[in-house]
């Protein structure tokens, strides 16, 4: 599907999951329990007995949308997040699995597009298909502190979701046995402050909110307080929720507060509908400059928007923590990656953002699974372990992999007890030309912090 249909599609795929996050907003606040105290750092809980092991495989639990109002986006907007898990884990079934020959059985449930129905999906693994981990799970509205929770009081290890969340990332002591997948999305704001102050000092600045999505508001957020009192003045903060198509409203605000550079969440569609707010508006596509987070970095966005509107701006701009671009540029190191998506998922696109970082995601699954393993009997408290001793060093993937994944990351991943999120760092890239390249070498560095 090419140009203005994929982009009508991907329009109303966003308005679904928008309308859904916003029904969700009430649950995403709800925070558990005190704080470890800051410094300390306790054993790791016991576990029960975990289920889930045999002599031949082992089974993890994984809850999506496959039915109901967000069943399309995954697959359109965010695609191969499970289709290329499911290639790895085939593949290295195929190539001696893991923890001594035993192969990976990952069970996908139906979440039907509702909190309620992820935590039943969760329960009904954990309780019935007696799982002994999930991995991969998308976090936020969807697996929400309510099945955060659930997982956590019962210390089943949540492996590697998808979210930058603050329930996420503020007090990983607290929730030993939950790891994600992502960097916070509060850094990333402040990764943005910094290429901002450095590459273009004296602009200025507004930031486009969507206040139902924390990818947005703590992106804003860690962007503004990391620009308070610099010479990058933020001029202007406009918030969209969806209500309309039509973004000139909030466009015009912006144009009339006359920012050079705009922060947002500029998934694919929206920057489509943000492009066409600004020509209704009579604002020059070369008078802006977008940059917007890690999430925005798919080569999709040239399919929804077009090349040359892209092209058009005054830049468009995104943080990432891969180095993605040596994948674009055909690296061979990525050769056998291809190799592996044609033989075992041939219609997934191998240079998507989703697709590789999913895939990725699933080589670091297995590298923890064959860590604990190493220790003795498989148990969950090890697994939790086995994750916070990891600091880059693959020994049990196979050795076709290993160059990939010295080079994927923008420096080594790494795991500790208060460091529940393997990467760490970012570069910034740019869209021009329909691909994306990174500007520099420079490696962006923040402590990672919750905003508070």
């Given at each position: 599907?090419?140009?203005?249909?994929?982009?009508?599609?991907?329009?109303?795929l966003?308005?679904?999951?928008?309308?859904?996050?916003?029904?969700?907003?009430?649950?995403?606040?709800?925070?558990?329990?005190?704080?470890?105290?800051?410094?300390?750092?306790?054993?790791?809980?016991?576990?029960?007995?975990?289920?889930?092991?045999?002599?031949?495989?082992?089974?993890?639990?994984?809850?999506?949308?496959?039915?109901?109002?967000?069943?399309?986006?995954?697959?359109?907007?965010?695609?191969?997040?499970?289709?290329?898990?499911?290639?790895?884990?085939?593949?290295?079934?195929?190539?001696?699995?893991?923890?001594?020959?035993?192969?990976?059985?990952?069970?996908?449930?139906?979440?039907?597009?509702?909190?309620?129905?992820?935590?039943?999906?969760?329960?009904?693994?954990?309780?019935?298909?007696?799982?002994?981990?999930?991995?991969?799970?998308?976090?936020?509205?969807?697996?929400?502190?309510?099945?955060?929770?659930?997982?956590?009081?019962?210390?089943?290890?949540?492996?590697?979701?998808?979210?930058?969340?603050?329930?996420?990332?503020?007090?990983?002591?607290?929730?030993?046995?939950?790891f994600?997948?992502?960097?916070?999305?509060?850094?990333?704001?402040?990764?943005?402050?910094?290429?901002?102050?450095?590459?273009?000092?004296?602009?200025?600045?507004?930031?486009?909110?969507v206040?139902?999505?924390?990818?947005?508001?703590?992106?804003?957020?860690?962007?503004?307080?990391s620009?308070?009192?610099?010479?990058?003045?933020?001029?202007?903060?406009?918030?969209w929720?969806?209500?309309?198509?039509?973004?000139?409203?909030?466009?015009?605000?912006?144009?009339?507060?006359?920012?050079?550079?705009?922060?947002?969440?500029?998934?694919?569609?929206?920057?489509?509908?943000?492009?066409?707010?600004?020509?209704?508006?009579?604002?020059?596509?070369?008078?802006?400059?977008?940059?917007?987070?890690?999430?925005?970095?798919?080569?999709?966005?040239?399919?929804?928007?077009?090349t040359?509107?892209?092209?058009?701006?005054?830049?468009?701009?995104?943080?990432?923590?891969?180095?993605?671009?040596?994948?674009?540029?055909?690296?061979?190191?990525?050769?056998?990656?291809?190799?592996?998506?044609?033989?075992?998922?041939?219609?997934?696109?191998?240079?998507?953002?989703?697709?590789?970082?999913?895939?990725?995601?699933?080589?670091?699954?297995?590298?923890?699974?064959?860590?604990?393993?190493?220790?003795g009997?498989?148990?969950?408290?090890?697994?939790?372990?086995?994750?916070e001793?990891?600091?880059?060093?693959?020994?049990?993937?196979?050795?076709?992999?290993?160059?990939?994944?010295?080079?994927?990351?923008?420096?080594?991943?790494?795991?500790?007890?208060?460091?529940?999120?393997?990467?760490?760092?970012?570069?910034?890239?740019?869209?021009?030309?329909?691909?994306w390249?990174?500007?520099?070498?420079?490696?962006?560095?923040?402590?990672?912090?919750?905003?508070?």
């Amino acid at each position: 599907m090419k140009g203005r249909g994929w982009r009508l599609l991907a329009v109303l795929l966003l308005v679904v999951s928008f309308g859904f996050a916003a029904c969700q907003e009430k649950e995403q606040e709800e925070a558990p329990a005190a704080a470890t105290p800051v410094g300390e750092i306790p054993p790791i809980p016991a576990a029960p007995e975990a289920p889930g092991v045999t002599e031949d495989k082992i089974i993890l639990g994984h809850h999506m949308a496959l039915t109901g109002t967000l069943a399309q986006l995954s697959k359109v907007i965010m695609p191969g997040l499970v289709d290329s898990p499911e290639a790895f884990f085939d593949y290295i079934n195929d190539h001696g699995g893991v923890c001594g020959g035993r192969k990976i059985e990952w069970r996908v449930v139906d979440d039907q597009s509702t909190a309620e129905g992820a935590l039943s999906a969760v329960k009904r693994l954990a309780e019935v298909d007696h799982v002994f981990a999930f991995f991969f799970n998308i976090g936020e509205a969807i697996h929400n502190p309510r099945v955060v929770e659930y997982l956590n009081k019962n210390r089943i290890p949540d492996m590697y979701i998808i979210t930058g969340g603050r329930y996420a990332s503020d007090r990983p002591l607290d929730y030993r046995f939950m790891f994600r997948g992502l960097t916070d999305y509060y850094s990333e704001g402040k990764v943005i402050a910094q290429f901002i102050q450095e590459q273009f000092p004296g602009k200025r600045v507004a930031l486009f909110e969507v206040p139902q999505y924390e990818i947005s508001t703590e992106a804003s957020k860690g962007a503004k307080d990391s620009l308070e009192g610099s010479d990058n003045p933020v001029v202007a903060e406009v918030e969209w929720s969806m209500a309309s198509f039509d973004l000139t409203p909030q466009v015009m605000q912006l144009r009339d507060a006359h920012p050079d550079i705009v922060v947002g969440y500029f998934s694919p569609a929206t920057t489509g509908m943000f492009l066409d707010g600004m020509e209704k508006s009579g604002v020059p596509l070369e008078d802006w400059i977008l940059i917007g987070p890690s999430a925005a970095s798919d080569l999709s966005l040239f399919e929804v928007v077009g090349t040359e509107k892209v092209d058009k701006l005054g830049g468009f701009y995104a943080p990432i923590f891969g180095a993605l671009d040596l994948l674009w540029n055909r690296d061979p190191r990525f050769d056998v990656y291809r190799d592996i998506l044609k033989q075992y998922k041939p219609d997934l696109k191998p240079d998507s953002t989703y697709t590789f970082w999913s895939f990725t995601m699933a080589i670091l699954m297995a590298e923890t699974l064959d860590r604990a393993c190493e220790k003795g009997p498989l148990t969950r408290e090890g697994l939790v372990a086995a994750a916070e001793s990891f600091k880059g060093d693959f020994k049990y993937i196979p050795e076709e992999l290993k160059p990939m994944m010295e080079v994927a990351p923008v420096e080594r991943m790494g795991l500790g007890p208060t460091d529940h999120a393997p990467y760490g760092g970012w570069v910034i890239t740019r869209a021009q030309q329909g691909n994306w390249s990174r500007v520099s070498e420079k490696t962006y560095h923040v402590e990672e912090e919750t905003g508070d």
